[in-house]
């Protein structure tokens, strides 16, 4: 069923032959995301497809990862986050039983890329959350509060906590590093100072 967010009312009944589940919609509404499942018996074997609102049709072509076209995805959603802008669906699943991985869907271009988690692997994922820093480019996976993985959402790649993927270290040029050590040097000798002057009386 579409309905008008604003009014609450009904705009059109869609029917589809099958067994589907709504996923995610683009930000101007233009295109609805649903899950199909593709055998009676597993609920985690399904794959994802787009509905065109204007054109009233569900489109033929799945949307896969352009990286594997022919890798079936399979597994069950855990936790969800959106991006601030509604342009990217990030969907943690626990891989059925293999490696967990997100599901980072573009709704505005009916593309997807599966980032596979090694580092969670053989972990308790039901604790797991998805936290989105848009200015910072990356997704995070948080046990509670504590991160474990770090996705740049720019090049999808995954790296710890404590190296973000959007961190490089860089040498400190020249005239930086002397600067620097002035610093240092300065806090050096007043801490000198101040450890050699009289105590106060009490």
């Known amino acids: 069923m579409i309905v008008d967010a604003q009014r609450l009312?009904?705009?059109?009944?869609?029917?589809?032959?099958?067994?589907?589940?709504?996923d995610a919609i683009s930000p101007r509404g233009s295109l609805v995301y649903l899950i199909e499942y593709t055998s009676p018996t597993d609920s985690t074997r399904y794959r994802v497809r787009a509905y065109d609102l204007a054109a009233n049709r569900l489109l033929t072509q799945p949307v896969v990862d352009p990286s594997e076209p022919g890798e079936k995805m399979g597994g069950s959603p855990l936790t969800r986050a959106t991006s601030p802008d509604g342009r990217w669906a990030y969907t943690l699943?626990?891989?059925?039983?293999?490696?967990?991985?997100v599901h980072a869907l573009d709704t505005s271009t009916r593309s997807a890329r599966c980032v596979d988690l090694d580092a969670l692997a053989g972990t308790n994922l039901s604790?797991?959350?998805?936290?989105v820093d848009a200015a910072a480019h990356t997704l995070t996976v948080n046990s509670g509060r504590r991160?474990?993985?770090?996705?740049?959402?720019?090049?999808?790649?995954?790296?710890?906590?404590?190296?973000?993927?959007?961190?490089?270290?860089?040498?400190?040029?020249?005239?930086?590093?002397?600067?620097?050590?002035?610093?240092?040097?300065?806090?050096?000798?007043?801490?000198r100072r101040r450890r050699q002057e009289p105590a106060l009386a009490q």
């Open 9 to 22: 009312r009904t705009l059109q009944v869609v029917r589809l032959h099958g067994d589907f589940s709504f």
């Open 147 to 191: 991160p474990l993985v770090v996705i740049d959402t720019r090049s999808f790649r995954t790296s710890s906590p404590s190296e973000p993927a959007s961190f490089r270290w860089k040498p400190v040029a020249g005239a930086t590093a002397a600067a620097l050590a002035a610093v240092t040097l300065l806090f050096l000798v007043l801490v």
């Open 93 to 101: 699943y626990d891989g059925a039983g293999k490696t967990p991985f």
């Open 127 to 131: 604790r797991m959350r998805l936290h």
